[in-house]
C-alpha cells in the first residue's frame, strides 16, 4: 500500500527562540532549520512499515518556500521513495495546509497519511485533523503504535491518563506522539542516493487551492520571565519556608 | 453572542477543566449553553447546570459517543454548534483530537489552547513551547476554541441552575472503533488540576526510585509528574508528562525533583504559584524559576523531606 506523509520546515528543536524587537514574530533570519521533530517521526513509522513489507511506496509531502526540498530531500535519504514540494512563500494556516494537503491526497490515493501531531513552532495540532474530516477519513492521533490489519490500522493513542486503542477503516489518518519510534540518522549513501530521488514542484493554484489566512497575528511578545527564588540551606528550612512563607503545605 | 462549551468528562464524572472553560466563555461574554456528549450522561448533565453562568445544558447520550471517538464527535459538535458564535473546549488530549474536526467541517479556522481572552475575536495563546506568546484575531463567522484550563480561574461548580434539554442527534460516521484502554489507576489526584505537583527527573536514575516520590505525594496530596527526559529514558510513563510535549500544569506547588529544567519542561509547569527545586547541579536552570531552591542529593534529600513533612502535616 502507498503510504503519503507530511513533513514541515521549522526552527531547529535547539534553538533558542528569540522574539523580534518589533513584535511581529520570531526572529527566523539566520536561523538553522530542520525537520520538525514530529515529522521525523512519521517518516520513520513509514519506513519502518516498508521494512516490514506492509507499505510499498511512501510518498513525502512539503508545504512552503523552496528551502523545504531541504526537508524532503532528507526524508528522501530516510527511505521515502519520492516527494511532492508545494511551493509558496505565503504563510499557510493549518486549515490551508489541510486543503493542499487533501488535493494531494485525491491526486495519490494512500492508503495511510502519517503526520507529525503538531509542529514545534506554531503549536497547533489541528492539521492531521483537519484533513481527516476534509477527506472523510477516521484519524489516530497521538500514535504510540500503528499496526496495519488488512483492511483496517489499529492505532495506540496517548491520551489523558493512559493510552486508547482504535480501529481505523483504510485510508486513514494518523498523527505521531513521541514514543511512536526512535527516527534514525540518514547515512551518507543514502543521503548521495536521495538527491536522484524523484521530487515534483508545483504550486497551490496548481492544486486549485487559494491561500487566504483566517486568522491573523497581531504581536508576538516573550514570555513574561519568573524571577529566580533564594537557596535554602537544609530541607528542614525547606519545609520552614513552605509551610510559614509561601503557606502552601 | 453565543457561546457552546463541549463539556470534558470520563462518562462518571464532569472535569474541572470544563470550569475553567466555562471561565474562558464568560470572558468572551454572551449567553453560555454546555453539551455534554458521551453515554449514561445524566448525572455529569446535571453537574453541569449547576456550574456557574451556564444557561442551557444540551445533552447528546449515545453509544457512538461513549468513547469520545472523534469522527462521530466532530459530526455531532459541527451540527449542533452552526448556530453558535463560538464554540469551545479543554486543550485535553479529547478536545485536541475532535475540535480540529469540527472546524474543517464548519470550514473555520481553530485558535488552539489559549490562555487570554482579549476580546470576542483576539486570543492570546503560547507558539514555539511557550517561548513566545501571540495576540491572534480570528475573521471567520464562528470562532473554534481550545482553553489551556490552567489559563482561566475555574467558575464555581455549584450555584447555577441551567435547564437541560436532550438532543435527539445520532452521529456515527462508521469510520472508526473503540478496541481498549490502559488507564493509569491511581488514587492521586489528577494531573492536570492538582493543587500540589511532585515531578522526578533524569536524576531518580530509574523508574524503582520513583516510589520515594509517591510516599511524598502520598503524604502531601500531590499529583505526580516527570521530565519528558524521565519519560524518554523509561523510568515512567508518558501521561505523567509535565511539558510542552505533555501536560501543562500550574498548581499551588511544584515540586521538581532531579530535573535539570529544560526549555519544554520549564513551558509545561512556569505558570505554578509557587516552585520547589532539589537538585544537586546548582547551575541547572531550573533553579532559576524556582521559589526555593535546595542544592542537595535527591537521595538524601527526598527521605529527609519526607521527615520533615510528617512533623508539620
Known sequence: MKVLVAVKRVIDY?????????????????????????????????????????????????????????????????????????ETDEEVQSLEAAKLLKAVVEKEEPKLVILGKQSIDSDNNQTGQMLAALTGMGQGTFASEVVVDGEKVNVTREVDGGLMTVALNLPAVVTTDLRLNEPRYASL????????????????????????????????????????????????????????????? | MSILVIAEHDNSSLKQATLNVVAAAKAIGGDIDVLVAGENVGAIAEAAAKAEGVNKVLVADNAAYGHFLAENLGELVAE??????????????????????VAALLDVAQVSDIIRVESADTFVRP?????????????????????????????????GSASVEQLDVVKDAGLSSFVGEEKAKSDRPDLASAGIVISGGRGMQNGENFKMLEQVADLMGAAMGASRAAVDAGFVPNDMQVGQTGKIVAPQLYVAIGISGAIQHL?????????????????????????????????????????????VL
Open chain 1, 14 to 86: 535547539n534553538v533558542k527562540v528569540r522574539v523580534k524587537p518589533d513584535n511581529t514574530g520570531v526572529d527566523l533570519a539566520n536561523v538553522k532549520m530542520a525537520m520538525n521533530p514530529f515529522c521525523e517521526i512519521a517518516v520513520e513509522e513509514a519506513v519502518r512499515l516498508k521494512e516490514k513489507g506492509v507499505a510499498s511506496e511512501i510518498v513525502v509531502v512539503s508545504i512552503g518556500p523552496k528551502a523545504c526540498q531541504e526537508q524532503i530531500r532528507t526524508a528522501l535519504a530516510l527511505g521515502a521513495d519520492r516527494g511532492i514540494h508545494i
Open chain 1, 189 to 249: 549513501p543514502n543521503i548521495m542516493k536521495a538527491k536522484k530521488k524523484p521530487l515534483d514542484a508545483m504550486s497551490p493554484a496548481d492544486l486549485g487551492v487559494e491561500i487566504a489566512p483566517r486568522l491573523s497575528t497581531l504581536k508576538v511578545e516573550a514570555p513574561a520571565s519568573r524571577q529566580a527564588g533564594i537557596k535554602v540551606a537544609d530541607v528542614a528550612e525547606l519545609v520552614d519556608k513552605l509551610k510559614n512563607e509561601a503557606k502552601v503545605i
Open chain 2, 80 to 101: 449542533v454548534g452552526k448556530g453558535y458564535s463560538h464554540i469551545l473546549t479543554s486543550a485535553g488530549t479529547t478536545g485536541k483530537d475532535f475540535m480540529p474536526r
Open chain 2, 127 to 159: 507558539i514555539y513551547a511557550g517561548n513566545a506568546i501571540a495576540t491572534v484575531k480570528a475573521s471567520d463567522s464562528i470562532k473554534v476554541i481550545t482553553v489551556r484550563p490552567t489559563g482561566f480561574d475555574p467558575v464555581a461548580a455549584e450555584g
Open chain 2, 267 to 311: 513551558a509545561g509547569m512556569s505558570d505554578s504559584k509557587v516552585i520547589v527545586a532539589i537538585n544537586k547541579d546548582e547551575e541547572a536552570p531550573i533553579f532559576q524559576v524556582a521559589d526555593y531552591g535546595l542544592v542537595a542529593d535527591l537521595f538524601e534529600a527526598v527521605p529527609q523531606f519526607e521527615e520533615e513533612l510528617k512533623k
